[in-house]
C-alpha cells in the first residue's frame, strides 16, 4: 500500500520556500494518496522555543494546511508530541543509526554552527526521530523540499539497517518527492542561502500570512542583478537571484523555467517583478486569508488536530506493537 507522510515545524513563519517546496505538494498528492501531516512539535523543540509561540505556531501550522485545501476528513492532521509513540520509535532507532551517520548530516552542521559542543542532543538525533515520524506508519512517499533529501537518505538506511539486523522484511524503503520548479527557494536578499524561518531580516522571505502590499514590497526590493531577463534558463547560470525569481514564478504559475524565460525574454527586472507580485498575492493572498479566518477559531483547529491524533494513534499503536515484538520487547 502506498502513504504518504511529511511533516512542517512550528517555528516560526511560514514562508513561499514550505509552500513550494512542501505543502503545495501536500495539496496535490491528496488526490492519489492516503496522507497523514504532522505539525512536527518535537522537532522544533531541538531548538529552544517561546511555549506560547510554539503552541501559537502549532495552530499556524495546522491553519495553513487547512487554508491551502487538505481536506481533514480524508487525510490526517496532527501533532507529533500527541502521539507518543514516535518519541519511542526514536529511542529505538537511536539503537540502530550509527553516530557517523549523523555527524554527516549537513543540516546539523549548518544550525550548530560553530558552538557545536553547545548544540542540543535532541538537534543531533533529530533525523532519527524524522525517521521515526515516517517509519511508524511505514509510509512509501515523503514530500520535501530538496533540504530534506540527505534525512531521507538516513531513513532508508535505518529502515535497511533495521530490517537486516533483526532478519524481517518491516519497513519499506521511502522514496523522496521533491516536486515542482521551486524545490529551493532561496532568500530574496541573497541569492546563495535558503529562505528560511529563522533569517532575521523579514524581507528574506514571504510569508505565508504577509498582505497585499508587503507581498509587494518585498518582490520589489527583492535583489537583482543588472542584466535583463535572459530567454531560456541556461542564461540563468551564475545569476542566482534571477534564477530564484524565475523558479518561484514558474512553480506559481505552474510552468516550467523555461516558459517563464521565454514569456520574459529581455523583459527588465521591473517588469517582470511586476508580474511576478501579482502572480504571488493572488496565490498566497487567498491562503493568508483563509488562514486569519481559520486562526480566529481556534476551537476548530484543535478539533481537527484532535481527531487527527486518535486516527493517528490507531496506526501508530498497532506498529509499534509489532515492532516491539520484531526487537524482542516483551510485553508480559
Ligand atoms: P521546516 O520549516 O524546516 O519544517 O520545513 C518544512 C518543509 O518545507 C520541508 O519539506 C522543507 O524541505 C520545506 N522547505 C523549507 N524551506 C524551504 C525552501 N527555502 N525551499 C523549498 N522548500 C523548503
Ligand atoms: N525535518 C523536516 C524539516 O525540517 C520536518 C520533518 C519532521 C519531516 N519529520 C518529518 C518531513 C517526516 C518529512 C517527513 O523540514
Known sequence: ?????????????????????????????????????????????????????????????????????????????????????????????????????????????????????????????????????????????????EDQKQHLELCRDIAQKFNHDFGVAYFPLVEPLILGEATRVMSLRDGTRKMSKSDPSDYSRINLTDDATAIARKIRRAK???????GSPEGLRGRPEADNLIGIYAALADTSKEEACRRFDGAQFSTFKEALAELTVSTLGRIGAEMRRLLADPGYVDSVLRDGRARASAIAEANLGEIHGIVGLLRP
Open 1 to 145: 500500500m502506498n502513504r504518504v507522510f511529511s511533516g512542517v515545524q512550528p517555528s516560526g513563519n511560514l514562508h513561499l520556500g514550505n509552500y513550494l517546496g512542501a505543502i503545495r505538494n501536500f495539496v496535490r498528492l491528496q488526490e492519489e494518496y492516503e496522507c497523514i501531516y504532522c505539525v512536527v512539535d518535537l522537532h522544533a523543540i531541538t531548538m529552544w522555543q517561546d511555549p506560547a509561540e510554539l503552541r501559537s505556531n502549532t495552530r499556524t501550522v495546522t491553519a495553513a494546511f487547512l487554508a491551502a485545501g487538505i481536506d481533514p476528513k480524508a487525510q490526517i492532521i496532527f501533532n507529533q508530541s500527541q502521539v507518543p509513540a514516535h518519541a519511542e520509535l526514536a529511542w529505538i532507532f537511536h539503537c540502530v543509526a550509527r553516530l557517523g551517520w549523523l555527524s554527516r548530516m549537513t543540516q546539523f552542521k549548518e544550525k550548530a554552527g560553530k558552538k557545536r559542543e553547545n548544540a542540543s542532543v535532541g538537534l543531533y538525533v533529530y533525523p532519527d526521530l524524522m525517521a521515526a515520524d515516517i517509519l511508524l506508519y511505514k509510509a512509501t512517499h515523503v514530500p520535501v523540499g
Open 224 to 230: 537583482t542583478d543588472p542584466e535583463p531577463l535572459p
